[in-house]
């Protein structure tokens, strides 16, 4: 079964045509990675998809359920979360704080002016849970606006998982960071994705981590799909390689 | 640290459980110490909605207003109760701000502001306009807050200055109780996360308009309860309890307390009063001196006069 149906999605931004007909179907555990030059659409790609703003035209089809024209947090609801380029969180609250919200949202307990010791005591238990796995717990009640940025990046990415999404889109989880940053995260996208099962949809600039965790790469350029399959397929395509690889390696 | 706020708390229950006994020592009375508490729930009511939700209300002098109108007409046309007039004031404030909110939570920031200023000017030129009615100019009057009937025993808050501060404090208590509790809670961590960052909550399945649109009733409610007590302290309402001005200085208040400390409003709108009181005994501009401290506070301690102390205490 299909996770993610894409259907000849464009958006237009008053005469610039930022995404122009482009399909993609992703199935369950799949990790997808979206390259492109910069202008290729791959961010706009991404807020139709999270449901940031809907395409001009064209359908969006998750879980088998048309969303092309929900609101974000219904988005949410249904199982998709995502990250953001440059990274969204509470600065000013601890990274415990930041990473129970969504653990409360998660639960259903968004509206609740009140919890129990029962509910309470889950969530901890959930909140400790996610902090092992993002290796942030020695930092738990640090604020993250005072962390590094690879830290800011993983706690990101742990409150999008506290969601407990089916569907994780990452945009560019490594910009700005330096070598052991880089390396920290993509092991951490690596260990969600092959321990969890998790389908993951990424927009990556630097190459190494994409051909080393990609299933499938589509590429866009100029708003349009340039091409699509394996790493291999994608590193051999000369269509590729002339309007992208060739530019920047 | 948890010492230093076991103190600050000791002190402040003690000075709001003994505020009527020693006010006229210190050149106050008990009217004042009701305005103190009154005007802090005020306070704090708005803050509830700009300092946890990062909302900013230019209006809620509106729900207050009719807090106060409320309780009024309740007793002159309806029934001689001061519960019912609670009640009715609380209700009406409380309608209201659900209506305005429902119709401006998509706006954001000054134009968020502008139109809640809008809206509230509405009422106030109902209330100045309304004369049958309400009054008009010179304010409703030839009624009273009666007696409190407890069973077999009367509190007789109509004649006894004390037994009214301490009714009002009750309510004081149980409304900031009520507001501390609900920022601890599930709900009130979607409102801090609102205020920290929208888009972040929005993309953690947070409907941020219905979040907003519960703290500002829940804010309304609050402020429209502050209001029935304004009306009751001095048997009296006029427009000017509805005029924007007034929900500019809630705004003062708060800032000048500490909008980011939940008890910072009260301390705002202990000094605003204090100093309104004894200031304009003096001069007729009061408000210069006030505004002179305000733009000092501001400048020199951006988080308010106890978000200051807090600070010192800490380093």
Redesign the interface.
């Known amino acids: 079964m299909t996770l993610l149906r894409v259907q000849d999605v464009s958006r237009h931004f008053g005469s610039l045509v930022a995404v122009d007909h482009v399909s993609m179907i992703v199935e369950p555990g799949e990790l997808r990675a979206v390259i492109g030059p910069n202008g290729a659409g791959k961010t706009t790609f991404f807020n139709m998809i999270s449901g940031f703003f809907p395409p001009t035209q064209g359908t969006i089809v998750f879980d088998d359920r048309d969303i092309t024209t929900w609101p974000a947090h219904k988005r949410v609801a249904a199982g998709m979360a995502r990250t953001f380029q440059i990274t969204e969180i509470f600065p000013e609250l601890s990274v415990r704080e930041n990473l129970r919200i969504p653990v409360e949202v998660a639960a259903g307990l968004r509206l609740r002016p009140w919890l129990s010791r029962a509910d309470d005591r889950k969530i901890r238990a959930r909140l400790d849970e996610l902090l092992t796995m993002g290796g942030l717990g020695e930092k738990a009640d640090r604020l993250v606006g005072e962390l590094s940025h690879g830290d800011q990046r993983a706690t990101e990415i742990m409150m999008s998982l506290a969601l407990n999404p089916r569907l994780l889109l990452l945009d560019e989880p490594t910009a700005g960071m330096g070598d052991q940053e880089t390396y920290d995260v993509t092991r951490l996208i690596r260990k969600l994705h092959r321990d969890s099962r998790l389908t993951i949809v990424l927009i990556e600039h630097d190459m190494r981590v994409v051909f080393h965790l990609a299933d499938r790469i589509m590429v866009l350029a100029e708003g349009a799909m340039l091409a699509e399959g394996t790493p291999d397929e994608i590193a051999k395509d000369e269509r590729v390689q002339a309007a992208y690889l060739g530019k920047t390696e | 640290m948890a010492r230093d706020k076991l103190v600050w708390h000791g002190l402040l229950w003690l000075v709001l459980l003994t505020m009527p006994y020693w006010m006229n020592a210190v050149g106050g009375y008990t009217e004042l110490a009701v305005r103190v508490i009154v005007l802090g729930l005020a306070a704090m009511a708005l803050n509830f909605l700009l300092g946890f939700t990062g909302v900013l209300s230019f209006g809620h002098a509106a729900y207050f207003g009719l807090g106060a109108y409320g309780a009024a007409m309740a007793i002159k046309f309806a029934l001689p109760s001061t519960p019912f007039a609670i009640l009715v004031g609380v209700i009406a404030g409380t309608l209201a701000a659900a209506v305005i909110a429902a119709l401006i939570v998509k706006l954001r920031g000054v134009y968020f502001a502008m139109v809640t200023i809008a809206f509230g000017q509405v009422f106030y030129f109902i209330a100045f306009r309304w004369n049958s009615v309400t009054g008009g100019d010179d304010g409703l009057t030839g009624w009273r807050r009666q007696p409190l009937h407890l069973g077999s025993a009367t509190l007789d808050i109509a004649a006894n200055d004390k037994a009214f501060y301490y009714l009002v404090l009750a309510f004081f208590i149980l409304a900031v109780a009520a507001m501390g ?2 920022l601890r ?6 409102l ?2 609102i205020r ?2 929208e ?10 308009e219905q ?1 907003i649109w ?1 703290a500002f009733v829940i804010s309304g409610f609050f402020a429209a309860l502050a209001g029935t007590f304004y009306a009751l302290l001095s048997n009296f309402t006029d427009p000017r309890s509805l005029h924007w001005t007034l929900s500019g200085n809630f705004v003062i208040m708060a800032v000048l307390g500490g909008m980011r400390s939940f008890w910072g409003p009260l301390i705002g709108a202990a000094i605003f009063v204090v100093l309104q009181d004894y200031v304009s005994s003096h001069t007729e501009n009061w408000m210069s001196i006030i505004g002179l401290f305000f733009v000092l506070v501001v400048t020199f301690f951006p988080r308010g006069v106890l978000g200051f102390i807090k600070r010192r205490v800490a380093s």
């Open positions: 509790l609900l809670s599930p709900l009130g961590r979607t801090i996360a920290e960052n888009r972040r909550a929005r993309f953690l399945g947070i409907p941020v979040h519960i």
